[in-house]
């Protein structure tokens, strides 16, 4: 396989969104991903709603550009198997709970006695340590302990979720981010490295960049939110604006936007205005503004926005459903969306990776495989014999697929 990271093995213990989606970005740009699954059903994300001829949505956006294998790790030939082909490895990844690769023998000092040189990975929920650490996870409640679902509800009556696994896929790209960063190092010094997130630390990390400037003072924090249902513009960065027929966004950050925000909408006493006259101004007077705004906008057309504005070089666009967004044309321009013949699955949309590589560029991305199908060659690979692959067979530890669902 071609790309980038061309000739780096990856080992995948990983489930559900957050690693596998790490991985993943991975195998898209040319490392060889091994996942390791349960033969009992492999990792649960084949088992979720949204699903077509015993395949997955769910496990097909997350698991292409892998070899599947599956192992039980609660069975001795198991884990001596997962001990062979982690001797091969350049990257280790697992999302356990704290202390269930211990109670494996597959810790980071029990791994790097296999590779001395390897990358382990651990992704946990809350963090490594403190009385949270060992307590189940899922996206809601990170969003919850975040103060993501805070920022969300401002103004709204109550906190509210991000309608998408934002700390789950966050969590992913940090963690593919993360690892190539090691191996670089290792590239370097020829150490292994070690590397520890977790989903609270890093949806925390991508909240700071924009949305806790009120606590970023020491001595001078900002009051805190309430969840009064006010529905203030103030509360907002900028809206989703209703037209005529639909939904849009604009931009008018800037002097020239502004200016062609006023002109286009037909209000240029708002260029008078005192409190739309600088940058500042604006900001300071938001709520108003907003207002303004919605309120000419629902007067036409978004198809008549979107030319008139820009027209005057103002930053907008259509809200698509999702269903629009798979065919618009600059969608389509890009290549965004990949079709692919799944051989269980039948005709699929993928996403494209969106990093494009010109030098390296890898193979178009490879379908997610049926539980199983590379455990035999996966073995042989790491230098079981086809009498010991029988064996590890026969002795309930291994399995591979009996047909592509």
């Given amino acids: 396989m071609a790309g980038p990271l061309q000739g780096i093995r990856i080992v995948d213990a ?4 957050a690693g596998p989606l790490a991985t993943m970005i991975l195998g898209d740009q040319g490392a060889d991903v091994i996942k390791i699954e349960n033969p009992a059903g492999g990792d649960h994300s084949r088992q979720v709603a949204g699903r077509r001829n015993g395949w997955s949505a769910s496990f097909l956006q997350n698991n292409r550009s892998k070899r599947s294998v599956a192992l039980d790790l609660k069975h001795d030939a198991g884990l001596e198997a997962l001990r062979a082909i982690l001797k091969t490895a350049d ?3 697992q999302n356990w709970r704290p202390g269930v690769a211990e109670r494996l023998g597959l810790s980071e000092a ?3 006695e296999l590779r001395p040189d390897i990358v382990y990975v651990s992704i946990a929920g809350f963090g490594f340590e403190g009385d949270w650490a060992e307590r189940p996870v899922y996206d809601p409640l990170i969003q919850a302990l975040s103060g993501l679902a805070a920022v969300q509800g401002q103004g709204r009556g109550r906190p509210s979720l991000v309608r998408t696994i934002v700390p789950d896929k966050v969590t992913a790209i940090q963690a593919s981010q993360a690892i190539t960063a090691a191996l670089l190092a290792r590239a370097r010094t020829g150490r292994g490295e070690h590397v520890r997130l977790s989903m609270l630390d890093t949806i925390v990390a ?9 606590q970023t003072f020491i001595g001078d924090e900002a009051e805190e939110e309430t969840w009064e249902e006010d529905g203030r513009a103030q509360d907002y960065v900028e809206l989703i604006y209703e037209t005529a027929d639909g939904f849009m966004a604009v931009s008018a950050h800037t002097d020239a936007t502004w200016r062609g925000l006023s002109k286009a909408v037909g209000r240029p006493d708002w260029l008078e205005d005192e409190r739309f006259a600088t940058v500042e101004a604006r900001e300071v007077n938001k709520a108003a503004r907003l207002v303004l705004t919605q309120e000419a906008l629902r007067d036409d057309r978004t198809a008549n926005w979107m030319e008139r504005l820009r027209a005057e070089d103002v930053p907008c666009a259509p809200v698509l459903r999702r ?3 798979v065919d618009h044309p600059q969608v389509e321009a890009n290549g965004t969306i990949l079709r692919m013949d799944h051989p269980g699955a039948g005709s699929i949309r993928l996403a494209r ?5 010109e030098v390296h560029s890898p193979d178009p991305p490879r379908p997610a495989l049926a539980l199983g199908a590379d455990t035999r060659a996966v073995l042989a690979e790491a230098g079981f014999g086809e009498d010991a692959i029988a064996a590890i067979f026969a002795s309930g530890a291994a399995a591979e697929k009996e047909s592509d669902k």
């Fill in 206 to 214: 991508f909240l700071f960049a924009s949305d806790f400037t009120g």
């Fill in 110 to 112: 029990a791994v790097r």
């Fill in 14 to 17: 990983t489930s559900m969104i």
């Fill in 353 to 357: 990776p969106p990093a494009r590589f």
């Fill in 91 to 93: 990257v280790f990844v």
């Fill in 323 to 325: 269903s629009e967004m």
